[in-house]
């Protein structure tokens, strides 16, 4: 079992920064890779960001790169979401998941077996 706890979701101004934790707990963490989604009102969950287990090899959406930056610190079983230039369309749950059993890492959700209960980010215009 791996419990994952998200925090740092909040209201911002459109432009601003946010950063978002999650903490791992239950499994050794290093062995699995991370993930943040977001799933806005209306729409599927969407995939943001994914880091490997060493964080040798990060992925992003489209829309986050050179905004998002995707982080770990397997020292404080935490993966971190540093967001800046932030946009309303930005506006959603965000989640953090772990992948504990593939062998590389991926963007499909159903890689991830292991999901937080999500923090809100809400940007305004």
């Known amino acids: 079992q791996v419990q994952l706890v998200e925090s740092g979701g909040g209201l911002v101004q459109a432009g601003g920064s946010l950063r978002l934790s999650c903490a791992a707990s239950?499994?050794?963490?290093?062995?699995?890779?991370m993930a943040w989604f977001r799933q806005a009102p209306g729409k599927e969950r969407e995939f943001v960001a994914a880091?490997?287990?060493?964080?040798?090899?990060?992925y992003y959406e489209d829309s986050v790169k050179g905004r998002f930056t995707i982080s770990r610190d397997n020292a404080k079983n935490t993966v971190y979401l540093q967001m800046i230039s932030l946009k309303p369309e930005d506006s959603a749950v965000y989640y953090c998941?772990?992948?504990?059993?593939?062998?590389?890492?991926?963007?499909?959700?159903?890689?991830?077996?292991?999901w937080g209960q999500g923090t809100q980010v809400t940007v305004s215009s």
């Open positions: 239950g499994r050794t963490f290093n062995s699995f890779h």
């Open positions: 998941a772990a992948d504990t059993y593939s062998g590389g890492i991926g963007t499909n959700h159903n890689r991830y077996d292991y």
């Open positions: 880091i490997s287990r060493t964080a040798s090899i990060t």
